[in-house]
């Protein structure tokens, strides 16, 4: 089912004629929204369940709130922004939204041409965590990621393309000569380069052969490898495919590591002037999100 919300900042005084306090201001203010909501999703009700509500607080706090209350798996909402801009600029409760909401969001920043589908969705993954490791640390979340871009692809007939930057760990120290180890550094490279490429084959690979999964029930999605920083190469190569959905990711984790992974995913987001999905871990919960 699909539930339409309003949120309605909470009344702290009342100036309206006729009316006694900020409560009966508020309750008000929220039948008309209600009747508002009502009217606004008359003509899609045809076979679809869809319940309206008008939630009173702060934006971000009352969506999470929803989400876990009514166990939602995905958020769409308009990026927040001056709507005399053409693409609409991520706001403080839009970042927190995408930080702490334990479900995919999608922010939209432009609607897309009639029919209303997206043309072009691009999956960013992620690199590796460690050193000279097999993907193994992100592969949950990568696996999210390809997911929920390969469904939104199928079901818009969209082009899906596949995202993936790579670097060589230690690269510059070794090409400067101040590594202290004695290592061909072109061939250690190559064979980097080689490794990651092996890797992502790998997994679009076992995505495939599961696609008893109803995410994904048609996945081909065009590659790009590019040598580089996650968070440049993602934004460069979006900018020149013209995308406008990017699907990121942010991992459940602590510490330092949580904190790069979040600033990258959240500089994608904020640097792309499309719309921006974000998905969390499938086993992200309402304590990660810090609601009781």
């Known amino acids: ?30 039948e008309e929204r209600r009747g508002r909501l009502e009217k606004l999703t008359l003509a899609v009700r045809a076979g679809v369940s869809i319940s309206t509500k008008v939630l009173v607080g702060r934006v971000h706090e009352q969506i999470i709130r929803e989400v876990v209350s009514g166990g939602h798996d995905l958020v769409l909402k308009p990026a927040e922004g001056s709507k005399r801009l053409k693409q609409r600029l991520f706001g403080d409760n839009d970042t927190r939204l995408m930080k702490d909401s334990p479900c995919p969001v999608l922010l939209i920043r432009t609607i897309p041409s009639p029919p209303y589908r997206h043309r072009r969705i691009c999956a960013a993954l992620y690199q590796d965590e460690k050193p000279g490791g097999q993907r193994d640390d992100r ?9 929920h871009a390969g469904w939104l692809a ?8 596949v995202i993936h ?23 250690y490279v190559a064979q980097e380069q080689k490794r990651n490429r092996e890797a992502l084959e790998t997994m679009l690979a076992q995505l495939r052969e599961s696609r008893n999964t109803a995410m994904v029930p048609v996945f081909n999605p065009v590659c790009h490898m590019i040598k580089g920083s996650h968070r440049d190469a993602i934004i460069s190569k979006a900018i020149e495919l013209e995308a406008d959905l990017v699907v990121v990711g942010s991992e459940k984790s602590s510490g330092i590591t949580s904190l790069i992974v979040d600033s990258t995913a959240t500089t994608i987001a904020r640097q792309l002037s499309c719309s921006v999905m974000m998905v969390k871990p499938a086993d992200a919960v309402a304590d990660d999100v810090g609601l009781d």
């Open 1 to 30: 089912g699909l539930t339409v919300a309003e949120i309605l900042a909470e009344s702290a005084t009342s100036n309206e004629e006729g009316i006694s306090s900020p409560d009966e201001l508020e309750e008000q203010m929220t």
């Open 139 to 147: 592969k949950l979340i990568n696996r999210r990621i390809l997911e």
């Open 154 to 161: 199928n079901v818009q007939f969209a082009e899906f393309h």
């Open 165 to 187: 930057a790579w670097e060589a760990y230690g690269e510059q120290d070794l090409q400067s000569g101040f590594s202290p180890f004695q290592f061909d550094a072109e061939n």
